[in-house]
């Protein structure tokens, strides 16, 4: 069977009728030209408005050349026991952060989740309170907290809970949004309350989910909890801070190595738990 041949006044009559089929109408390759123009311009006002030049990139470079020159081999130093006991603390400061935060996100999840609470304005404003508190980044939590409760672990605890829950609820209330809805329905109609419906019909499906969300925050807030100490709020950030000042660059070297190994033995571990908690 062969394809019809069109005549070209009915090419041009499908032309007329389904322009976009046939390419990009003038409008739209002006609009694209326009959108190109636009963006670019924008690239070369950043480039301007924060002063980048190959003459400021050329000097950092070099700049970061010796600096990398100087941190070679790395080295412990003699103060490798506080090296230590900062990791240490970096570590629990991630688990009892995540920890608090996941105890306090798991009802709001479920607040948030739509299947839940029925209720479109509580749903909408109770979602905009989670987008809220995630817009503050554990950084400035920790400063507010440091000025509140004084330095140390306590203020970087406090900062990396109040930055979880938001995420975490969030999280939580999109996976329970996502649970099948007939093992809830299944629940109701043996007589079910709304509370065994969530016990019973919800929370066992989505509960390997939080474990899962539990254990990788645990891994990402060990990275976050490094960088706290920077502003006093414990941690080994101080310690890489105290460094940097010195310049003690070969032990500076030495912490961020000790960062990766333990992040990446932390994400081995929660990797192989969430596992087994997700095949079984």
């Known amino acids: 069977m062969t394809a019809p041949i069109l005549s070209p006044p009915e090419i041009a009559g499908w032309q007329k009728r389904l322009p976009r089929a046939f390419g990009p109408t003038f409008g739209g390759r002006v609009g694209q030209w326009l959108g190109a123009i636009a963006f670019v311009g924008w690239l070369v006002t950043l480039f301007w408005w924060f002063d980048i030049t190959p003459a400021r990139i050329w000097r950092g470079l070099d700049g970061i050349w010796v600096i990398i020159r100087l941190m070679i081999p790395p080295s412990p130093g003699e103060q490798w026991r506080d090296i230590l006991r900062g990791m240490g603390e970096s570590v629990a400061m991630a688990f009892l952060g995540s920890t608090i935060a996941v105890v306090v996100a798991i009802p709001l999840g479920f607040l948030g989740a739509r299947n839940v609470v029925i209720n ?157 908690i997700i095949d079984g």
């Open 120 to 276: 479109t304005l509580a749903h909408f404003s109770i979602r905009r309170v989670f987008d809220g508190f995630r817009g503050m980044d554990s950084l400035i939590w920790a400063l507010a907290f440091v000025r509140a409760v004084g330095l140390g672990p306590l203020a970087g605890v406090m900062a990396i809970a109040v930055a979880e829950i938001a995420v975490l609820a969030k999280l939580f209330a999109e996976a329970i949004e996502n649970a099948d809805p007939r093992e809830a329905e299944a629940v109701t109609a043996v007589g079910g309350n709304a509370i065994l419906r969530v016990r019973f019909g919800l929370l066992p499906q989505v509960l390997p989910v939080m474990l899962a969300q539990y254990l990788y925050q645990i891994e990402s807030n060990t990275r976050s909890a490094s960088i706290l100490g920077v502003v006093g709020a414990g941690g080994i950030g101080l310690q890489i801070a105290e460094r940097i000042k010195v310049r003690y660059w070969d032990e500076v070297l030495f912490i961020i190595l000790l960062i990766l190994v333990t992040v990446g033995v932390i994400d081995a571990i929660s990797s192989r738990i969430r596992r087994r």
